[in-house]
């Protein structure tokens, strides 16, 4: 495609998030790389780049690009949300409860984290 045609940044962006939609990680991460290449200030794109990298288990890469995004946006709460969603999943809970009590100060969320025991099923 790209030999046989001129592609704009635009037409990556919209290439990339195509072939995220329709599943088809290997071919979206050559066009979200251009993509964030040519806007590095465009969270949702660099945060699809984290994700497509997760999913395409290089976990490495999905974690350098969840850490950047958080020096590059210290003040995009959604950020730090998929980050701590994504240390859960790699099973680090206590770097994923500091990312999400960090989210939570930025949104005003006043909740502390509480283990609580699950509820007894009711008598009735």
């Not at 998030?17 to 088809?24: D, G, H, I, L, T």
């Not at 949702?44 to 946006?73: H, I, K, P, S, V």
Request: hydrophobic share 45%; no cysteine.
């Amino acid at each position: 495609l790209q030999a046989r045609f001129a592609l704009k940044a635009s037409d990556h962006r919209r290439l990339g998030f195509a072939f995220v939609k329709a599943e088809r990680f290997e071919e979206a991460h050559p066009h979200l790389i251009r993509a964030v290449w040519s806007n590095p200030a465009d969270p949702l794109l660099r945060l699809t780049l984290a994700d497509t990298l997760e999913t395409m288990d290089r976990q490495l890469d999905a974690l350098r690009a969840y850490t950047a995004l958080t020096r590059d946006f210290p003040s995009n709460p959604v950020v730090f949300l998929r980050l701590a969603a994504y240390l859960q999943r790699r099973g680090k809970p206590a770097q994923a409860a500091r990312a999400l009590e960090a989210a939570n100060r930025m949104r005003a969320v006043r909740r502390p984290v509480r283990n609580m025991r699950p509820l007894r099923p009711s008598k009735r």
